[in-house]
């Protein structure tokens, strides 16, 4: 997929709004995701919810 400059502006625009919250938190579905989200600049409450699969 490629990103152009005003997409990739809106991501980051995004990213702070999220940070900006107070009091709230940011679910991603795992680790990786949330790692891809401290990668963009979120510095706020996260967590992440993996199923685990025993099969």
Known sequence: MHLDESEI???H???KSLD???DCIV???GRK???A???LGFSG???SFTA???W
């Open 9 to 11: 502006s809106e991501v």
């Open 13 to 15: 625009h995004f990213v």
């Open 20 to 22: 900006s919250k107070k």
């Open 27 to 29: 679910v991603v579905e």
């Open 33 to 35: 995701d949330e790692e």
């Open 37 to 39: 989200l401290r990668d």
């Open 45 to 47: 409450m996260s967590a």
């Open 52 to 54: 685990s699969r025993a």
